[in-house]
């Protein structure tokens, strides 16, 4: 048993087929595409994960800053 029930030699049967269709020189070509494609995506991803590292989220800093008059003419209100 080989890859979902096709055996070794059937998948060498199928490889054949696909370069009697296509030829080795465009074989060559797709496989070429394929491989700067994976490149890009690994490159693309790993410069993703570089930004998140160079600017995390800071949970410990406040959203907004209040000045002391404010903070106290709010808790005169609250108090009223």
């Known amino acids: 048993m080989g890859l979902g029930g096709i055996s070794l030699w ?23 595409d394929l491989g700067g494609a994976v490149k890009g995506f ?17 949970l410990d800093k406040p959203d907004a800053e209040f000045s002391e008059a404010h903070r106290d003419d709010a808790e005169q209100k609250s108090k009223s």
């Open 10 to 32: 059937q998948l060498l049967i199928i490889l054949l087929i696909v370069v009697m269709i296509f030829g080795t020189k465009k074989l060559s070509s797709i496989g070429g």
């Open 42 to 58: 690994r490159k693309a991803m790993s410069d993703a994960d570089k930004e998140e590292d160079e600017d995390p989220q800071r």
